[in-house]
T-cell receptor
Framework: DVKVTQSSRYLVKRTGEKVFLECVQD?????MFWYRQDPGLGLRLIYF???????EKGDIPEGYSVSREKKERFSLILESASTNQTSMYLC??????????FGSGTRLTVV | RKEVEQDPGPFNVPEGATVAFNCTYS??????FFWYRQDCRKEPKLLMS???SGNEDGRFTAQLNRASQYISLLIRDSKLSDSATYLC???????????????FGKGTLLTVNP
């Protein structure tokens, strides 16, 4: 089975800190995605990447950046964390034409 | 019109009931369709893909109507363990390129009661 691993399950950061969320997949998938999930709002796409060093903005990219230097790793960066970025962050990967496999999520709290 | 719209729910049903979820999508060029299941405080997991001919996996049946841009999921003989949020998922088709993005509905919460 494909495994998508997110580096932290729970994270607490202070306002203004730079935050790195790491995601690694082990099945050579081309596509990788970062979502956030909030009650009542569902899953919202932040950024995605369909190849190394390629990235595209999703629906809510403001306040975030991403890095994909290697095919298996896709990092989400919160440049200056704010309290409205408190959320569940989910990474996913896929092959073209197939469904996603999600990581177990990182619950980030910004205080 | 929202890209993917689902029944708002929540659905509360007794064990053994049959329950149906409906979903509509706005992008007529969409080519791939899925149902995901998400347990409380867990990540979404693929339940089943949805094909034009309709497909069945045990107690679960998925249907696609391209003309109406409508997807459904039927759960027969529901179990307590079916309690979860069910997400309707549609790909965002783009001509050319190799990128591939899915759009998720907000989900419908199902609670199966003893």
């Amino acid at each position: 089975d494909v495994k998508v691993t997110q580096s932290s399950r729970y994270l607490v950061k202070r306002t203004g800190e730079k935050v790195f969320l790491e995601c690694v997949q082990d099945m050579d998938h081309e596509n990788m995605f970062w979502y956030r999930q909030d009650p009542g709002l569902g899953l919202r796409l932040i950024y995605f990447s369909y190849d190394v060093k390629m990235k595209e903005k999703g629906d809510i990219p403001e306040g975030y950046s991403v890095s994909r230097e290697k095919k298996e790793r896709f990092s989400l960066i919160l440049e200056s964390a704010s309290t409205n970025q408190t959320s569940m962050y989910l990474c996913a990967s896929s092959l073209k034409g197939f469904g996603y496999t999600f990581g177990s999520g990182t619950r980030l709290t910004v205080v | 019109r929202k890209e993917v719209e689902q029944d708002p729910g929540p659905f509360n049903v007794p064990e053994g009931a049959t329950v149906a979820f409906n979903c509509t999508y706005s992008n007529s060029a969409s080519q791939s369709f899925f149902w995901y299941r998400q347990d409380c405080r867990k990540e979404p997991k693929l339940l089943m893909s949805v094909y034009s001919s309709g497909n069945e996996d045990g107690r679960f049946t998925a249907q696609l109507n391209r003309a109406s841009q409508y997807i459904s999921l039927l759960i027969r003989d529901s179990k307590l363990s079916d309690s979860a949020t069910y997400l309707c998922v549609v790909n965002e088709a783009k001509s050319g390129g190799s990128n591939y993005k899915l759009t998720f509905g907000k989900g419908t919460l199902l609670t199966v009661n003893p």
